[in-house]
């Protein structure tokens, strides 16, 4: 099931960064939220099969999330939150 669930985002363009398809700072970090909560949970997965890990950046271009607290989001946004350390 989980081939399934990364080939539906890759079907959909999850694996690219929403910068290319320039949507707002908010649409961008939910995407990269999502893409990397679904190669995390793969990659898990297949270390507990003794499989070897597929990272997914193989395939994708997507950045990794920032590391911000949700309030710091904002619908009306248009320049990205800065990432906190």
């Given at each position: 099931?989980r081939?399934?669930?990364?080939?539906?985002?890759?079907?959909?363009?999850?694996?690219?960064?929403?910068?290319?398809?320039?949507?707002?700072?908010?649409?961008?970090?939910?995407?990269?939220?999502?893409?990397w909560?679904?190669?995390?949970?793969?990659?898990?997965?297949?270390?507990?099969?003794?499989?070897?890990?597929?990272?997914?950046?193989?395939?994708?271009?997507?950045?990794?999330?920032?590391?911000?607290?949700?309030?710091?989001?904002?619908?009306?946004?248009?320049?990205?939150?800065?990432?906190?350390?």
């Amino acid at each position: 099931m989980r081939g399934l669930v990364i080939r539906a985002a890759q079907s959909i363009g999850l694996h690219r960064d929403g910068r290319h398809f320039k949507l707002t700072p908010l649409e961008c970090e939910l995407r990269r939220r999502l893409w990397w909560h679904i190669c995390t949970a793969d990659s898990r997965a297949v270390e507990d099969h003794g499989v070897g890990v597929n990272s997914g950046e193989e395939v994708c271009d997507t950045a990794f999330p920032a590391n911000i607290d949700d309030q710091d989001l904002s619908a009306t946004a248009t320049v990205p939150p800065e990432s906190k350390d």
